[in-house]
């Protein structure tokens, strides 16, 4: 399967974005996908994920309250909206797709067979 990400750009603290991942080829519809983010100097960490029909939903501590995923099978897409954003928000963030997800290893990154190529977030002060 092909991701693409996109919708990344340059926003205010305390404002919002969207970011979209979208599919081609493969079977998207039975992976879970995970948002990763990686900002310069640090490694990639885990987002969140949500799980092949859309019904689960995971987040890191840092964005939870703030960030939500959804995805819609039909279009291959899978979105993650982002509210309430701070400076510490800002990095490249990519889309990966899992196909034998387990929720105790979601965060690791290696388990992700899949991914885009990222779109930068950033966030002004």
């Known amino acids: 399967v092909q991701l693409q990400a996109s919708g990344g750009g340059l926003v205010q603290a305390g404002g919002s974005l969207r970011l979209s991942c979208t599919a081609s080829g493969g079977a998207f519809s039975t992976y879970a996908i995970g948002w990763f983010r990686q900002a310069p100097g640090k490694e990639r960490e885990f987002v969140g994920a949500?799980?092949?029909?859309?019904?689960?939903?995971w987040f890191a501590d840092s964005v939870k309250g703030r960030f939500s995923i959804s995805r819609d099978n039909a279009e291959n897409m899978v979105q993650l909206q982002m509210n309430n954003l701070k400076t510490e928000d800002t990095a490249v963030y990519y889309c990966?797709?899992?196909?034998?997800?387990?929720?105790?290893?979601?965060?690791?990154?290696?388990?992700?067979?899949?991914w885009g190529q990222g779109t930068q977030v950033t966030v002004s002060s």
């Open positions: 990966g797709a899992n196909p034998k997800f387990s929720v105790a290893t979601m965060s690791e990154s290696f388990r992700y067979d899949w």
């Open positions: 949500i799980n092949w029909s859309g019904v689960n939903t």
